[in-house]
C-alpha cells in the first residue's frame, strides 16, 4: 500500500511546485501559463465569504463549487493532496522526532475550534465585513512567499508561527484552526469514498500514526477529520485497511465509522440561526465613503469596499514592475491592515502597465485596459516651494518634469526672471496629473521629497 502514500506526496510536490511557479510568474510581464488567481479561485473560503459580505457572486466562484462537489465524493482531499500550506506543515512536521504518545493527541475540543473560527468568519460576513483572509491556507502561503514587502518579516513570523506548531502537534494548524479545513469537514462526513477495516489485529498502529487523530481509540475513525493521507494504509501489518465506496459495494463492512463529526447538530444549527439573525444588523455604514489615507492600485474599488474585498493576497504587489505597491499596517485603519497601497518613494505606478487590476483574484482592483488604466487618477502631485531646488533657490531642475509620463505633461514649467537669470518653474496642472507617483520619486531633494503625491480629497499640509 505504500503506492498510495508515494502517491500522495507526487501530487503534494505537484501542487506545491505549480503553487510556488504562478507566484513567481506573477510578475511583469505575465509569462505564466496559468492565471495568477488560479489557487484563490478554487478557494470556496475565500470566494464565498467575499461574495457574501460584499453582496455579489464573483467571477470564477463555480470553480469553487466544484471543489466542493469533489469533497462530496472523495472527502478532504484538497487538505492532504493539494493544499500548498498543508503540504509545507507536513515537510516541517516530518523534520520532528517522533513522539507516538505526544503526537497522538486526539481531543475532540480542540478540533472543534476551527469550527467556531469559521462561524466567527461567516457571521462577520453577513455583517459585511470579510475577514477570511486572515485564516485562509491559501493568502496565508501567498504573503510568506513574496520577499519584496517592507514588513515581509513580520508574515514571515506570522507564517512561521503557523507552521512551527506541527513540531508540537501533527498538523495543529489544519486540526485545531483553518477555516477552509472546516468548511470541506462539513462536507466530507457526507461523502462516498470511506475507510474500511477487515481482520484487524487491533495493535494501533494506524492510530498512532495518523496526523489528524481521525482514529479513535476504539478504532473507529472520523470522517471529517480524515485528509486521506494514506497512512494508515501504509502502516498496517495485517494490509486490514482500505478505502474504497461500499455504498455501491454490499461486501464491504464498515468497521465503527464515526461519521457524526467535531460540531453537534445543535450547535450547527445555533450558528446557523445566529448567523441569519446577525444579516439585519450588518453594516449599515457601507458605501458612505471613506475618506483614503493612502495611495491605492488604480482603478481600486471605494475605500470601504475595497478593504472589504480585498484577500490581502500580494498578487498587486508581486506584479508591480517598480515594487512601488506595498503593504498597509495601520496608516488605513485597523481593518485595512495588509491591505496594497502605492509607495512613491521605493515606486510609482507604471504608465504602461495595467498588471495589478488583471491578477486580482476579487475584483478589489478592477480590470482595465491599459488605455483606461491610464486615465485613471491614483491622486494628485503638489509641490512644496520652500524645499523644491527650482523654487527655493532658484537652480535648474526640471527632474519632475521631464520625467511625467503624459503626453501632454502634467508639470508644467513657468519660466520666470530673477535678478540676472531666468528660472525655470516647476507647476502641476491639476486637471492633468493622474498622481502615479514618478515625479516624487525621481525628485533628487532628500530627505524629504519636495513634490509629493497625496490621495484625493486628502487634507494637505500647511507647507503644501
Known amino acids: 500500500m505504500k503506492k498510495w502514500v508515494l502517491l500522495r506526496r507526487f501530487s503534494q510536490f505537484v501542487f506545491f511546485t505549480l503553487f510556488i511557479y504562478i507566484l513567481w510568474a506573477t510578475a511583469y ?30 467571477p470564477g466562484i463555480s470553480f469553487s463549487f466544484c471543489m466542493l462537489l469533489l469533497t462530496l465524493v472523495f472527502g478532504r482531499f484538497f487538505c492532504g493532496w493539494v493544499c500548498p500550506l498543508g503540504s509545507t506543515i507536513d515537510f516541517i512536521g516530518s523534520l520532528k522526532r517522533k513522539k507516538p504518545d505526544k503526537d497522538n493527541l486526539t481531543d475532540r475540543k480542540l478540533n472543534k475550534i476551527k469550527y467556531f473560527v469559521l462561524a466567527i468568519i461567516g457571521l462577520f460576513a453577513l455583517l459585511g465585513i470579510q475577514l477570511a483572509w486572515v485564516f485562509d491556507p491559501m493568502v496565508i502561503m501567498a504573503r510568506f512567499v513574496s520577499f519584496n514587502f517592507i514588513h ?26 483553518c477555516p477552509l479545513g472546516a468548511l470541506y469537514s462539513l462536507l466530507a462526513r457526507f461523502s462516498l469514498l470511506r475507510r474500511t477495516v477487515e481482520d484487524c489485529k487491533e495493535c494501533k498502529r494506524c492510530k498512532s500514526e495518523c496526523r489528524m487523530g481521525a482514529i479513535k481509540d476504539d478504532l473507529s475513525y472520523v470522517k471529517a477529520e480524515c485528509i486521506l493521507c494514506m497512512d494508515c494504509l501504509y502502516n498496517c501489518p495485517e494490509n486490514a485497511t482500505k478505502f474504497g465506496w461500499p455504498v455501491f459495494n454490499e461486501n464491504v463492512r464498515i468497521r465503527n465509522d464515526d461519521s457524526k463529526g467535531d460540531i453537534s447538530r445543535r450547535n450547527f444549527i445555533f450558528l446557523l440561526t445566529s448567523s441569519f439573525l446577525l444579516f439585519g444588523f450588518r453594516n449599515r455604514g457601507k458605501g458612505l465613503g471613506r475618506r483614503r489615507s493612502v495611495i491605492r492600485p488604480p482603478a481600486a474599488l471605494k475605500e470601504d469596499e ?107 514649467v513657468k519660466k520666470e526672471r530673477v535678478g540676472n537669470i531666468t528660472a525655470l518653474r516647476p507647476l502641476v496642472d491639476e486637471r492633468l496629473c493622474i498622481g502615479c507617483g514618478i515625479c516624487q520619486n525621481k525628485c533628487p531633494v532628500r530627505p524629504v521629497r519636495a513634490i509629493k503625491v497625496f490621495p484625493d480629497n486628502f487634507v494637505l499640509p500647511k507647507s503644501f
Open 29 to 58: 510581464p505575465l509569462k505564466g501559463f496559468l492565471p495568477a488567481e488560479t489557487f484563490f479561485k478554487i478557494d470556496p473560503l475565500i470566494m464565498f465569504f467575499t461574495s457574501i459580505s460584499e453582496r455579489i457572486v464573483l
Open 306 to 412: 475595497f478593504i472589504n474585498r480585498c484577500i490581502r493576497c500580494g498578487n498587486c504587489i508581486r506584479a508591480c514592475v517598480t515594487n512601488g505597491l506595498q503593504p498597509v499596517i495601520f496608516q488605513s485603519g485597523l481593518e485595512g491592515i495588509w491591505t496594497p497601497q502605492l509607495v512613491p518613494e521605493i515606486g510609482y505606478c507604471e504608465y504602461n502597465c495595467n498588471l495589478c487590476g488583471d491578477v486580482c483574484p476579487t475584483g478589489a482592483i478592477r480590470r482595465l485596459s491599459l488605455k483606461e488604466k491610464q486615465n485613471v487618477k491614483l491622486g494628485l502631485a503638489k509641490i512644496d516651494r520652500s524645499i523644491c531646488i527650482a523654487w527655493a533657490e532658484n537652480k535648474q531642475c526640471i527632474v519632475c518634469e521631464e520625467h511625467c509620463p503624459l503626453p501632454d505633461k502634467a508639470i508644467k
Open 152 to 177: 515581509s518579516g513580520v508574515i514571515f513570523i506570522f507564517f512561521l508561527a503557523v507552521c512551527g506548531t506541527a513540531l508540537l502537534i501533527k498538523r495543529f494548524w489544519c486540526r485545531a484552526l
